[in-house]
């Protein structure tokens, strides 16, 4: 069984940093695109950052590029978001997604979330 | 950037009742949209991707249609646990943008 699970989500201050990580079992972690998505009661769902199998393409939101970071480790079956700078805008529930299939970037699989407030 | 809209907003539908869900794209997105539902507390689903495609385990009463800016998800007899919101996105082209969501609820 596929399973994505997700911490590092915490409360914050304006200006702050945070890492989220997500370990994934039940597949084959490496031939994988992986990606983080969020969701806020504002702004619905926003894909956020994706990361290709071997780590060498990456690919952000135009609202946190130059703030965040997306990373892999194989050996680990893990995906991180590195998130500097916060504002209250990145309050949101964030979540680890599973990239479907070629063509475009979809998610077939998602972990339960973290939850990121960011307080001023 | 594509621009993704959903109507309706919400969607109130009887049990064993037809429900049509529209999507719709500011510019093509070829067949390259997929749909997925949410229930409070859970995370999305995913139910169809390429218009019509349906994800491993998805009931056959799910299906999508359409093609370029317009597409439909159909749900064909609504059963007690399809009571969710339902978001599309497409994936043609970056950023992969989703809709805003249509809730469907109980009439």
């Known amino acids: 069984e596929v399973q994505l699970v997700e911490s590092g989500g915490a409360l914050v201050q304006t200006g702050g940093s945070l890492r989220l990580s997500c370990v994934a079992s039940?597949?084959?972690?490496?031939?994988?695109?992986m990606n983080w998505v969020r969701q806020t009661p504002g702004k619905g769902l926003e894909w956020v950052a994706t990361?290709?199998?071997?780590?060498?393409?990456?690919q952000y939101v135009d609202s946190v590029k130059g703030r965040c970071t997306i990373s892999r480790d194989n050996s680990k079956n893990s995906v991180y978001l590195e998130m500097n700078s916060l504002g209250v805008e990145d309050t949101a529930v964030y979540y680890c997604?599973?990239?479907?299939?070629?063509?475009?970037?979809?998610?077939?699989?998602w972990g339960q979330g973290t939850v990121v407030a960011v307080s001023s | 950037e594509i621009m993704v809209t959903q109507s309706p907003a919400t969607l109130s539908v009887s049990p064993g009742e037809r429900a049509t869900l529209i999507c719709r794209a500011s510019?093509?997105?070829?067949?390259?949209l997929a749909w997925y539902q949410q229930k409070p507390g859970q995370a999305p689903r995913l139910l169809i991707y390429a218009t019509s495609t349906r994800a491993t385990g998805i009931p056959a009463r799910f299906s999508g249609s359409g093609s370029g800016t317009e597409f439909t998800l159909t749900i064909s007899s609504l059963q007690s646990e399809d009571f969710a919101v339902y978001y599309c996105q497409q994936h043609n082209k970056w950023p992969w943008t989703f809709g805003p969501g249509t809730a469907v609820e109980i009439k």
């Open positions: 510019q093509s997105v070829s067949s390259n």
């Open positions: 039940g597949f084959t972690f490496s031939t994988y695109w």
């Open positions: 990361i290709k199998e071997d780590g060498g393409e990456k």
């Open positions: 997604a599973r990239d479907g299939a070629p063509p475009g970037i979809f998610f077939d699989k």
